[in-house]
């Protein structure tokens, strides 16, 4: 039903930092648990990181440490800062909701690092 669209990606170096932004068609307060996700070149879609609506927060083992993530309910938008990037994060990122089934993706913003 909501619809997202995603900005922020870009060519950055190793160890350089960037932040992702999720803008939502309508209210995200409804959605429980949001989450950004990426997908790599010929690698499956994962979920990174995600936060309920209360703010707790969630992160894979790949990101931990790196990646913070971060809601505006009241802006209807979501956040991802992502630090200290490594050339394996580079990937097609992708907000939606996390814990249920989604079959609608947006666009994506691509993530490159690369030297």
């Known amino acids: 039903q909501v619809q997202f669209v995603e900005s922020g990606g870009g060519l950055v170096q190793p160890g350089g930092s960037l932040r992702l932004s999720c803008a939502a068609s309508?209210?995200?307060?409804?959605?429980?648990?949001m989450g950004w996700y990426r997908q790599a070149p010929g690698k499956q879609r994962e979920l990174v990181a995600h936060?309920?609506?209360?703010?707790?927060?969630n992160y894979a083992d790949s990101v931990k440490g790196r990646f913070t993530i971060s809601r505006d309910n009241a802006k209807n938008t979501v956040y991802l800062q992502m630090n200290s990037l490594k050339p394996e994060d580079t990937a097609v990122y992708y907000c939606?909701?996390?814990?249920?089934?989604?079959?609608?993706w947006g666009q994506g913003t691509q993530v490159t690092v690369s030297s």
């Open positions: 939606n909701a996390a814990g249920v089934v989604v079959t609608t």
């Open positions: 936060i309920t609506r209360g703010g707790l927060r």
């Open positions: 309508g209210s995200i307060f409804s959605i429980y648990v």
